[in-house]
């Protein structure tokens, strides 16, 4: 029971921390950002409009609205491209983070690794000069007696 209930609370652990960094990563880029949202409705809204009123109003000429309406649409493109471009620069971010500590790791592990290998050589060699002095004590043991 007592491993059940670890693996549950490990489990929950995992999917909070999994909700966590798709909340950052969504903040930065994400497909379902606020942010994304509200400015892409508010050039949309523009667009219309500026379409409005220069074809079914006629209030602006419709060569000027078809150039307003181009230029909203290329700033669009515009910020897209730099939210684009954040998100890929967030997730090198983690990467390169990630290669880091990985790295890290990696040379703490050699180190242990050749920390181990010393010190087995070490208990290797104490226990030799144990056989071989144990050998030297029956040697001695039998030729005393």
């Known amino acids: 029971?007592?491993?059940?209930?670890?693996?549950?609370?490990?489990?929950?652990?995992?999917?909070?921390?999994?909700?966590?960094?798709?909340?950052?990563?969504?903040?930065?880029?994400?497909?379902?950002?606020?942010?994304?949202?509200?400015?892409?409705?508010?050039?949309?809204?523009?667009?219309?409009?500026?379409?409005?009123?220069?074809?079914?109003?006629?209030?602006i000429s419709l060569f000027l609205t078809l150039e307003i309406a181009v230029l909203l649409g290329i700033f669009k493109v515009l910020w897209m491209f730099y939210e684009v471009q954040r998100s890929i620069h967030f997730q090198f971010w983690i990467l390169n983070s990630l290669e880091f500590r990985i790295n890290d790791v990696d040379k703490r592990m050699k180190r242990i690794e050749k920390i181990l290998k010393a010190g087995n050589s070490e208990k290797v060699s104490v226990e030799k000069e144990e056989k071989i002095s144990g050998v030297d004590k029956e040697k001695s043991e039998t030729i005393n007696n």
Request: glycine share 12%; charged share 20%.
């Open 1 to 59: 029971m007592g491993q059940e209930e670890y693996l549950k609370e490990l489990k929950t652990g995992l999917q909070t921390e999994k909700d966590r960094i798709q909340g950052i990563v969504g903040e930065v880029g994400g497909k379902n950002n606020a942010q994304h949202k509200i400015i892409s409705l508010i050039f949309l809204i523009l667009i219309v409009v500026l379409l409005v009123l220069g074809v079914a109003l006629q209030k």
